[in-house]
């Protein structure tokens, strides 16, 4: 790993945002998956999460290699455990909903902790979610078309709490807000791929890396790396 990179990966990390989160209520079409994981990277999001009740639908969590790489994917069986996972983070639990209660989505604190739970393509947002939730925001829409495909939704809606959160100086970490544990295993695994991918294959730790990026490692451990 040069050095460039290695400075680049801490820069990103310092800025992401470990309050801020999306959560997919049944998003099937891997195009739109896709989309909302780069766009959630493109905004300082470390991790989303997703509904997907059956494995068929769980191998989405595989799309957007590139973006995948960065963003983590928590998966979920039912939209009730997310939520309550959610909020037992402390965080203000919002749903896109178009109704009489639904608030401008523009009109939301997002330097809270925050999660936005999006619906599904075909029927939306359930019912189960819109009990649970904090809030029904909307985005306002002045043509004939009465909603956004849902990646689309979600980069709306992340750029305004970006917006808030850089105003608010959110992302001008010195320090990341992650675990050094979780810090370590994205440089390693993001700085030496090759490697890391024999290391977890033969169950060996991720060594030290020094500032500049590179491996600091007992010979015992390139020894048992080289082992067939």
């Known amino acids: 790993m040069n050095p460039q990179r290695y400075q680049r990966i801490q820069q990103v990390l310092k800025a992401r945002q470990v309050d801020l989160t999306l959560c997919l209520e049944e998003v099937h079409k891997p195009n739109n998956v896709s989309a909302v994981i780069r766009t959630a990277d493109a905004t300082g999001v470390h991790k989303i999460h997703a509904v997907w009740p059956n494995a068929q639908m769980r191998t989405l969590s595989h799309t957007s290699a590139g973006a995948r790489n960065w963003v983590e994917v928590d998966t979920h069986n039912c939209v009730t455990e997310a939520i309550g996972n959610l909020k037992a983070q402390g965080m203000q639990v919002l749903v896109t909903n178009l109704s009489d209660t639904a608030v401008d989505f523009r009109e939301v604190d997002y330097t809270k902790p925050t999660a936005i739970v999006l619906g599904s393509e075909k029927t939306g947002i359930s019912k ?43 992302y001008d970490n010195l320090v990341s807000q992650l675990p050094k544990e979780t810090i370590h295993r994205i440089l390693f695994e993001r700085g030496h791929p090759v490697l890391a991918k024999v290391a977890k294959r033969k169950g060996l730790p991720y060594p030290e890396l020094d500032d500049q990026g590179q491996i600091i490692a007992e010979p015992s451990w390139w020894q048992e790396m080289q082992r067939g």
């Not at 004939?144 to 689309?152: E, G, I, R």
């Not at 709306?156 to 970006?162: F, G, R, S």
């Open 128 to 170: 189960t979610a819109l009990d649970l939730a904090d809030q029904d925001i909307m985005i306002p829409m002045l043509g004939m078309v009465q909603s956004l495909n849902v990646s689309v939704a979600s980069a709306v809606i992340l750029y305004e709490a970006q917006r808030q959160r850089q105003a608010a100086g959110m």
